[in-house]
């Protein structure tokens, strides 16, 4: 069992399908991740499933790899049972949380959006682009920044799921270009393509985060460095001005009822 | 049973001496003196960018690894909400700690017992008061010594 703990998970769920399907189970989505290098006992160790769940499902994935050998069914002791834990984040942590409800209020509207661009003669381009600008400048700057160079520094960068978290930022950014670029030669399929694109990847990539990356991070983060991130945070923020967040606020709003509007005429 | 739970009677002297081993040193981790809220100066050396543990007294009796798992690395300050007199200045003291003393960190730990609650609310006033935002964490300790939370507020 300690070799199979160390090997990718994508090339066990390849070799052994049930333990995908095993994984699905207990909430673990690595079947559709895009690069699913991570070691099977990282998988499982980062999900926190408590000593119960995790003996239980170490030992089906045992048994659907050698269905042969005999394994003993883990005997866990009730009484130490801890309570399912509901998530809470330090307070920079929490920041980041927050910041992610904004930019999920955009991915919201990109359906609405699409449409409308399918169905405009030409592409609106002050549109578009205004919520590239929102992309680029809120979500893009102002958050993954904070991510990149401040939260991800206090953990291992070379952790696969950090890689995952840094390829998902690379692959937005790219579908927001190849958006721009439509929008410049009046392309609405390009357009209505990429920004629907960006909003399955952001959506995947900010659950990932909220429930999984953060709370793992979050385990590992001392008093002391959580007082430090928070002054970290902070000084980001101060940066870049209080406006900003106001700012981009204001334009999720008015473009919400622009198109709460266009849905109901 | 009845009265306040925070000074009812209760004994549960068969249960203390559990597992635990009474090998090895454990060596103090106080890093100052003195260490009653009243007492200390928000000034003092000690204090400056550190993180703080606000405690209520009876917590350190209760949780054996207190010294381990709370007090090591962090500065620290002891008060009882429920005995205490002129409670304001420990308000005004906590708010100096954050804005004069710029400590990194609060974390305050109390005892389960609903008037230990009181220190937590201090604590929140004076980081109210602050101009300066530092995170705060609340710590709960069961009658029999055992955390029942821990988290950030
Ligand atoms: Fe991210
Ligand atoms: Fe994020």
Redesign the interface.
Same mark, same amino acid.
Do not use: L, M
């Given at each position: 069992m300690l070799k199979v703990l160390n090997r990718e998970i994508k090339e066990i769920i390849n070799t052994y399908p049930e333990v995908g399907r095993i994984l699905e189970e207990y909430g673990i989505g690595c079947v559709p991740c895009t690069v699913g290098s991570c070691l099977l006992k990282d998988v499982v160790g980062i999900h926190n499933l408590g000593p119960q769940k995790e003996a239980t499902l170490m030992y089906r994935i045992e048994k659907a790899i050698y269905p042969d050998r005999k394994i003993s069914e883990p005997v866990v002791d009730m009484t130490t049972q801890s309570a399912p834990k509901k998530i809470t984040y330090s307070p920079p942590v929490k920041k980041l949380v927050d910041e992610h409800v904004l930019i999920k209020r955009l991915l919201a509207l990109i359906p609405s959006i699409a449409e409308y661009t399918e169905s405009s003669l030409r592409v609106d381009k002050n549109l578009i682009l205004s919520c590239v600008d929102f992309i680029r400048t809120y979500a893009d700057k102002y958050h993954h920044m904070k991510e990149e160079d401040i939260l991800f520094k206090y953990v291992d960068e070379k952790a696969e799921i950090i890689q995952v978290m840094y390829k998902d930022h690379d692959t937005g950014r790219g579908y927001v270009r190849q958006a721009v670029e439509g929008a410049e030669k009046n392309n609405k399929t390009q357009v209505k393509e990429n920004l629907l694109a960006y909003r399955d990847l952001l959506t995947q990539h900010i659950k990932k985060e909220d429930e999984i990356l953060y709370p793992w991070i979050d385990r590992q983060l001392s008093t002391t460095q959580v007082g430090e991130m928070f002054r970290k945070c902070n000084a980001a923020d101060a940066s870049v001005g209080d406006e900003l967040p106001k700012k981009y606020e204001k334009f999720i709003i008015e473009l919400e009822e622009k198109f709460l509007q266009e849905v109901t005429k | 049973m009845s009265g306040c739970p925070g000074s009812r009677t209760i004994d549960f002297s068969e249960k203390t001496n559990q597992e635990g081993s009474e090998t090895g040193k454990r060596p103090s981790q106080l890093r100052q003196w003195p260490i009653q809220l009243h007492l200390v100066s928000p000034m003092a050396p000690y204090f400056q960018g550190k993180?703080i543990l606000l405690a209520a007294d009876c917590t350190a009796f209760a949780f054996g690894e207190f010294h381990k798992d709370y007090l090591k690395? &962090?500065s620290i300050a002891i008060a009882c909400p429920k005995l205490d007199s002129d409670q304001e200045v420990y308000v005004e003291k906590i708010k100096s700690l954050i804005d004069d003393a710029k400590i990194?960190?609060l974390?305050v730990i109390i005892m389960q017992v609903p008037c230990c609650f009181g220190l937590a609310q201090i604590a929140k006033d004076g980081a109210e008061k602050a101009s300066r &935002?530092?995170?705060v &964490?609340q710590i709960v300790v069961g009658l029999e010594g055992n955390i029942l939370s821990e988290?950030?507020i």
């Open positions: - | 993180d690395g &962090k990194n960190t974390s &935002k530092i995170p &964490k988290e950030w």
